[in-house]
């Protein structure tokens, strides 16, 4: 760690995860990521450790980013995912600064406030997604958000919408208001990361607070590169179950993590050589590669969950026990920032193994 830029604010995340966020993390899921830990993130410097430090930010690196999303979403995934929905776009900002940021845009650079995201019902077009018309000065969006994480914590969403007229898909800053609608949802995991359904009633969008303005077919290419690739939270989540695995008292668990942990370092050594070589090129590089790989790490997800769960025997199927909880990560990690194209390779290669 100390060999990482950065290292003094990922070991003070470090500590905070191993001493608050895992032995809570089971009283989080069945209740909800509380405002106190967005507070203590504030203060580690992690809701701003893209910016620069014009912001008062770190401006951490490629690796240094990758460990904190290990590290969160190994500690508690809850609060990993309500803080991943805020972190990227913060990095997004940083990397735009082309001209001074609007107001809403420094708020988020200097991580004064917590960002949402709504961007994935873009897959979608045309059958269902948010509405951009433009209007004198700005935009306006209409339309529902399948999912927004982080509700009630976030004072801002980043929301991606599509003009129908000319199918470019805008990319926006919307403060949340009387004018964004939330209404609960009824999730099987991740139940307390504060997701829920999100109507945008005509909110008007500020030319100032748009962060790009995409062709369908250049949001589809960007969009395909980043929902391909394994990505760091899937290794945070599969280090936490190959640690419970290893505290077993049973020999045979411990004998698998011991045959996981070698391979589970190689893929994420080849996830992250592949997303570097790709964020270097343009198009869609080695995509089919990068989707293989990224089934490959889901499957071995829920391979070593359900070898958790056996170890446990009866335990390991009770709502309170961390098997379930690790194993409904999993889970969820099947379906989020999942494309057309991630769900299809995933359903071919589970396809294949009828044949052998």
């Not at 001493?19 to 405002?35: G, I, S, W, Y």
């Not at 990227?88 to 900002?93: D, I, N, Q, S």
């Not at 107001?103 to 019902?121: N, Q, T």
């Not at 760091?232 to 698998?256: I, N, S, T, W, Y």
Request: hydrophobic share 45%; charged share 20%; net charge negative.
């Amino acid at each position: 760690m100390t060999t990482v830029a950065g290292a003094p604010v990922i070991a003070a995340v470090a500590r905070y995860a191993e001493e608050e966020l895992r032995p809570a993390a089971m009283d989080v899921d069945a209740a909800e990521v509380p405002a106190a830990t967005i507070e203590r993130l504030r203060g580690l410097g992690v809701l701003n450790h893209l910016a620069p430090a014009a912001f008062g930010g770190a401006g951490l690196d490629r690796d240094a980013d990758r460990l904190l999303h290990e590290i969160l979403s190994g500690a508690c995934f809850n609060t990993w995912l309500v803080w991943a929905q805020h972190a990227p776009f913060v990095g997004r900002l940083a990397a735009n600064l082309n001209s001074g940021p609007s107001p809403l845009a420094e708020r988020l650079l200097r991580g004064e406030i917590l960002c949402g995201a709504g961007i994935s019902d873009v897959r979608r077009y045309p059958d269902r997604y948010v509405a951009a018309t433009r209007t004198p000065g700005g935009w306006v969006f209409d339309g529902t958000l399948s999912w927004v994480s982080g509700w009630g914590l976030s004072e801002v969403l980043a929301v991606a919408a599509v003009d129908p007229g000319t199918a470019e898909v805008v990319t926006a800053l919307v403060p949340v208001s009387d004018r964004t609608i939330a209404t609960p949802l009824r999730l099987s995991t991740v139940t307390g990361s504060r997701t829920e359904r999100v109507r945008l009633d005509r909110v008007p969008v500020a030319d100032e607070n748009v962060l790009s303005v995409q062709s369908f077919d250049e949001w589809r290419l960007a969009d395909a590169a980043l929902s391909g690739d394994a990505r760091p939270h899937l290794f945070g989540l599969a280090e936490a179950v190959l640690r419970d695995l290893d505290a077993e008292p049973h020999e045979a668990a411990r004998e698998c993590a011991a045959a996981w942990r070698p391979q589970i370092a190689r893929f994420r050594a080849h996830a992250y050589g592949l997303a570097d070589e790709a964020a270097d090129t343009e198009g869609p590089h080695r995509i089919e590669e990068r989707l293989a790989l990224k089934v490959t790490v889901l499957e071995a997800l829920g391979t070593l969950t359900r070898a958790l769960t056996a170890s446990r025997s009866g335990h390991g199927i009770a709502a309170g026990d961390r098997a379930q909880l690790l194993a409904r990560a999993a889970q969820f990690c099947l379906v989020q920032g999942q494309s057309a194209a991630v769900r299809d390779a995933h359903l071919k290669r589970l396809t294949a193994a009828a044949s052998g």
